[in-house]
C-alpha cells in the first residue's frame, strides 16, 4: 500500500505515469552506483531525493516504423515514462546484484514498433544498465535491449542515451526512422579528436605509445614514441588525453600510484561489475605498491642469492620465513585478503607461493631438467608459436650427426626432421647494447632439434653468439654447445639450455604475448567501435572479444611495459624491451596470424591446412598447439562462415556496406597505420575476405591469447625452468667461474640466472596474469538474447556444440600414452586450448578476449 500511494504521488507531480488505455509494460534491470562503490552513499540520498521531486530516470519509446519530420526524420518519440518506485525497490548490498524496475508507457497504433528507447538518467549518480524488456507489444510481443552500459547523469552528455533493440541490421536496411540515431550514436563514440577525456566519457580514439617513458624523472626514463615512425613502428593505443610531460612535449605525462586506476578508458570498456576487476586491479596496485617492497626488503634483510634448487623448492613447499618486525611493516597497508593470498600464519610468517603443475609430481621432481622437457615444451609450452622446420645451417655435421638416430644429417633434413628455435636475428642488432648498458649479459641463440620417432623433440646442438667488430661491420663469434649428462660439461649444456630459454622468456612475453595479441588487438577494439553500430551484424560477432582488453591493456602501460616497469627490470632487454618489440613489428602479417598460414610459414605444415583432413600435412604428428588449435581454428571459422552469410548473400553487399568498409579502411589507415601499405592487407571487396579477417581477429583475441597467457605460471612460475635474465656469461675453461661449477654447480647456476627478487617478482607476476577470473567468459559463450535471428543463433549452439565434442578429443588424446608430447615426463596435461576453464591459475580455458 505504501509503494503504491508514493508511486501515485510521485505520477501525479511529474505527470509522467498517467494511465492510459493502450499501455506497453516493461522491465528495466540496472546496477545502482551503491552496489558498486560503497561509497556512494551521499548519491544515493540525493538521488531518493531526486525522486520525490521528480527527476527521475525516465525513457521515451522511438518508433522503428514511423518517421517523424518534426524530428529530422527520426523516429517517432512516444510520452516519457519514469521508472516507477526508485525509493521502494529493494537495492541489494552484494556487488553483482540486480534491482529491477517496472516501466509503463503510452503506446496507440499510430507509433507503430519500438526500435530503440532514449534513456535520461536526472540523478546526481551513474549507474549500470544492463537490460530492458518490453512485454506483450502489438504485433511483435516480447522486445530485448540488451544494454551493458553505464548510464550517468544526463548532463554530462551532449545527446541522450540511446540503446536499440537486439534486431540486427545492415546500414542499407536500417529503417528509416532509426536511421539518424544509428549515424548520431556513432558520431558521440567518435567525438573529433581534441579535448581531455574524464571518467564516464564514451569516446574512442587512437594515440601512438609515447606514454611509456617518464622522462621528468631523468633521462634515464626516457623512451622512444612507439609508432608513426619508420624507425619505430607500432600499432595505435586508446588515446588517453593527458598532457604532455613537462621535459619532453613528445611524451605523455603518467600517474602515479594509486591514480593509475584512473587511467582513461571508455567506461563500458573498463572491467564489468562482475568480474573480479577490483581484485585484480587491486592486485596489480598491490604488486607494485605493497608486494614488491616486501620482497626487496626481505632480499636486502637476507642478501643471500639462491644457492641450490632445494632453495627454491622451499618457495613453494615450505615457504620463506619472514621477519616479525618485516610483516609488521607492511600488514597495516596490505587488505586481509591480500595478506591471505601471499602469506600464511602457522606459527610462522611465511612468504608462500602456490605449487606450479611443472614440479607438482614429486615422483620424478627433475622431470623439467631433461631434453625431452626443453623440447616439449617448444610444441606444448608456454611459446610453441617459434619452432620451425630448418632449411639449412652454419652448425657443422660433426657436431650433430652423432646424435640423429643412425641417420645422416643429409638424410635427416631430405626427411624433413631437424627443426630450429631461432632468436638470432631478432636479438642480435640489440646485444652488444644489451649487454654494455643493462644488467643483462647474454647471447643470441640458435637451437637445432631432431625429431624421433616417438614423436618427440631432441636437442642435438645450441649455438650461443656474441658481436664482434670486424672492419667497421659488426659479425659474430659463435660457440656450439652439444648435449651432455654428467659433470660439468652436463652442467655447461644445462646453462646452454638455460640461456636459449631467456632468449624465449622474454620473445614469449614481449612478441608472442604482449605484442601478437594485446598490441595488435586494440586498435580493432577501437575501430570497431567507432565505425559499427551496435546493430550492425559484424560489431555483434565481434563485440565479446574485446571485454576488458582495453582496460588491461592501459594498466600494462602503467605497470608492467613501461619504464623501469616489471617487465624492464625482471626480463632481459631491460630498457630496450618495447623498443625492440617495435622493430620485430615490423615484419609483422595480419594473414600469418591465421594459424594454418602460420604452420605453414614456419615449414610445419607441408602445404595447405584447409581443414581437419590436412592434419597428416603436420611434419610434427604429435603437436599439441598446433592439433588442438586447428580444431578450434577451424570451428570459429565456420562459425563465423555461418554468421556471415546470412547477412552478406553476395560479394556486392560486402562491397557496398559503408561501415564496414569504414572500418575495414581505418584498421589499415590508422589503427595500424604504419603497415598500411603492407600488400598482404585482406581488400574486403568479398565475402571470403569478411570470413578470413574476422576469423583471425577472433583467434587473436581468444585462443592465441590463452595458448601464450595461461600458462604462465605452469611453466615459467617455477623460474629456473623459464629464467628470464642472465647476468653472467657462460664460464670458460681455466677461469675461477670454471672451476667453481666443478665443485658447486647449482651455485654458479643461480649467479648466472635472474637474481632473488627478479625471480621473486617474475613468480608474483605471472601468478596474477595466469589467473582466470570468476566470472570469466569463455569462447561460445555469449549474452542472452544477443539477437533475434534464427539462423545465427542456430549457428552459434552448433559452435558450441563443436566447443564440447573438441573438449572431449583433448581429454582423450591427453591420456592416450603414444602421444608423449600431450604430457610430458612432467605430467603437465596440454589443456591450454580446452575451451571451457576453471576459477584460478587451472592453466585450463579459452577465454572469449584478452581479459587479462
Known amino acids: 500500500n505504501l509503494a503504491s500511494s508514493v508511486g501515485n504521488v510521485v505520477g501525479d507531480i511529474t505527470g509522467l505515469n498517467k494511465p492510459s488505455k493502450n499501455t506497453i509494460t516493461g522491465s528495466v534491470v540496472i546496477v545502482k552506483k551503491n552496489v558498486l562503490d560503497f561509497t556512494a552513499v551521499h548519491s544515493t540520498v540525493a538521488d531518493s531525493l531526486f525522486e520525490l521531486l521528480g527527476n527521475q530516470v525516465s525513457l521515451q519509446l522511438v518508433s522503428a516504423e514511423n518517421p517523424d519530420p518534426a524530428n529530422e526524420n527520426g523516429g517517432k518519440l512516444g510520452k516519457l515514462a519514469a521508472l516507477e518506485y526508485w525509493n521502494l525497490t529493494y537495492t541489494p548490498l552484494l556487488a553483482g546484484d540486480d534491482s529491477l524496475y517496472k516501466v509503463s508507457f503510452e503506446w496507440d497504433e499510430e507509433f507503430g514498433i519500438p526500435g530503440a528507447i532514449i534513456l535520461r538518467n536526472n540523478h546526481t549518480a551513474e549507474f549500470f544498465l544492463k537490460t530492458i524488456t518490453l512485454e506483450n507489444v502489438p504485433g511483435e510481443g516480447r522486445i530485448h535491449f540488451v544494454c551493458n552500459s553505464w548510464v550517468y547523469p544526463d548532463r554530462r552528455y551532449k545527446k541522450p542515451r540511446i540503446f536499440f533493440s537486439n534486431k540486427t541490421y545492415l546500414p542499407h536496411e536500417t529503417p528509416a526512422a532509426l536511421r539518424k540515431y544509428r549515424e548520431e550514436e556513432l558520431q558521440v563514440l567518435r567525438r573529433d579528436g581534441t579535448g581531455q577525456l574524464k571518467t564516464g566519457d564514451r569516446v574512442y580514439d587512437y594515440a601512438l605509445y609515447n606514454d611509456l617513458g617518464d622522462p621528468d624523472k631523468g633521462a634515464d626514463l626516457a623512451r622512444p614514441v612507439l609508432g608513426g615512425s619508420a624507425q619505430y613502428p607500432y600499432p595505435r593505443r586508446g588515446r588517453t588525453s593527458r598532457p604532455p610531460s613537462k621535459t619532453d612535449p613528445k611524451t605523455e605525462s603518467r600517474l602515479f600510484l594509486p591514480n593509475i586506476l584512473n587511467v582513461y578508458v571508455p567506461r563500458d570498456e573498463q572491467f564489468a561489475h562482475l568480474k573480479l576487476s577490483d581484485f585484480i586491479a587491486y592486485n596489480l596496485k598491490g604488486l607494485v605498491n605493497q608486494i614488491i617492497p616486501l620482497l626487496e626488503a626481505f632480499v636486502n634483510y637476507t642478501p643471500n642469492e639462491f644457492d641450490s634448487f632445494k632453495d627454491v623448492d622451499n618457495l613453494f613447499f615450505n615457504g620463506l620465513p619472514l621477519p616479525t618486525d618485516l610483516i609488521n611493516q607492511v600488514a597495516n597497508n596490505i587488505p586481509l585478503e591480500m595478506m591471505g593470498e601471499f602469506f600464511r600464519s602457522d606459527g610462522q610468517q611465511l612468504l608462500k607461493f602456490p605449487v606450479p603443475k611443472l614440479i607438482e609430481d614429486r615422483s620424478n621432481p627433475f622431470a623439467w631438467r631433461t631434453d625431452e622437457e626443453f623440447g616439449r615444451e617448444m610444441l606444448a609450452g608456454l611459446n610453441p608459436l617459434l619452432i620451425q622446420l630448418l632449411k639449412d645451417s652454419s652448425i657443422t655435421k660433426q657436431d650433430i650427426e652423432y646424435n640423429l638416430d643412425g641417420l645422416t644429417v643429409e638424410e635427416a633434413l631430405s626427411r624433413k626432421r631437424l627443426f630450429i628455435l631461432d632468436h638470432h636475428d631478432t636479438i642480435m642488432p640489440y646485444l652488444q647494447t644489451i649487454n654494455e648498458y643493462t644488467e643483462a649479459k647474454t647471447y643470441a641463440s640458435r637451437t637445432i632439434l631432431f625429431l624421433r620417432g616417438d614423436g618427440t623433440l631432441k636437442p642435438v646442438a645450441i649455438e650461443l653468439s656474441l658481436p664482434k667488430m670486424e672492419e667497421d661491420k659488426i659479425g659474430c663469434v659463435n660457440k656450439v654447445y652439444t648435449p651432455a649428462e654428467h659433470g660439468v660439461e652436463g652442467w655447461i649444456w644445462m646453462l646452454a639450455k638455460a640461456f636459449v630459454n631467456v ?70 632487454p631491460g630498457k630496450y624491451s618495447l623498443e625492440m618489440s617495435s622493430v620485430i613489428y615490423k615484419s609483422w602479417n595480419f594473414m600469418d596470424q591465421a594459424l594454418p598460414n602460420d604452420l605453414k610459414k614456419r615449414g610445419i605444415a607441408d602445404g595447405d591446412i584447409k581443414s581437419l583432413d590436412d592434419l597428416d600435412r603436420l611434419l610434427i604428428k604429435d603437436y599439441p598447439y598446433a592439433v588442438d588449435g586447428l580444431k578450434i581454428w577451424f570451428a570459429i571459422e565456420k562459425w563465423v562462415r555461418d554468421y556471415c552469410s546470412f547477412y552478406y548473400k553476395t560479394d556486392e553487399m560486402v562491397q557496398r556496406d559503408p561501415e564496414l568498409q569504414a572500418w575495414w579502411k581505418e584498421l589499415r589507415e590508422v589503427g595500424h597505420g604504419d603497415k598500411k601499405d603492407e600488400p598482404w592487407w585482406p581488400k574486403m571487396q568479398n565475402l571470403e575476405d569478411l570470413i578470413q579477417s574476422c576469423t583471425i581477429i577472433i583467434w587473436i583475441a581468444s585462443a592465441l591469447h590463452a595458448a601464450v597467457n595461461y600458462g604462465q605460471y605452469a611453466y615459467g612460475g617455477y623460474f629456473p625452468n623459464r629464467p628470464t635474465l642472465s647476468r653472467r656469461f657462460m664460464p670458460e675453461k681455466g677461469t675461477p667461474e670454471y672451476a667453481e661449477l666443478e665443485k658447486n654447480p647449482e651455485k654458479v647456476f643461480f649467479r648466472i640466472m635472474s637474481s632473488q627478487l627478479q625471480s621473486l617478482i617474475v613468480i608474483t607476476v605471472v601468478e596474477t596474469l595466469s589467473n582466470h577470473a570468476s566470472d570469466e567468459v569463455y569462447l561460445g559463450q555469449r549474452t542472452p538474447n544477443w539477437t533475434t535471428d534464427a539462423v545465427p543463433l542456430q549457428a552459434s549452439d552448433a559452435f558450441n556444440r563443436r566447443l564440447a565434442e573438441i573438449e572431449g578429443e583433448i581429454l582423450k588424446m591427453n591420456i592416450d600414452k603414444k602421444l608423449k608430447n600431450r604430457v610430458g615426463q612432467v605430467n603437465v596435461p596440454y589443456n591450454l586450448l580446452h575451451p571451457t576453464g576453471e576459477i584460478g591459475i587451472s592453466g585450463k580455458g579459452i577465454p572469449n578476449s584478452i581479459s587479462i
Not at 507 to 525: G, M, R
Not at 540 to 549: N, Q, S
Open 503 to 572: 632468449n624465449d622468456s622474454g620473445h614469449h612475453q614481449l612478441v608472442s604475448h604482449w605484442l601478437n595479441t594485446h598490441a595488435v588487438i586494440e586498435p580493432f577494439v577501437i575501430a570497431t567501435n567507432r565505425q559499427l553500430s551496435v546493430v550492425h551484424p559484424i560489431y555483434k560477432l565481434l563485440h565479446p572479444h574485446f571485454r576488458d582488453t582495453m582496460t588491461i591493456n592501459a594498466l600494462a602501460r602503467e605497470l608492467l611495459i613501461n619504464a623501469n616497469g616489471i617487465i624492464e627490470r625482471t626480463f632481459c
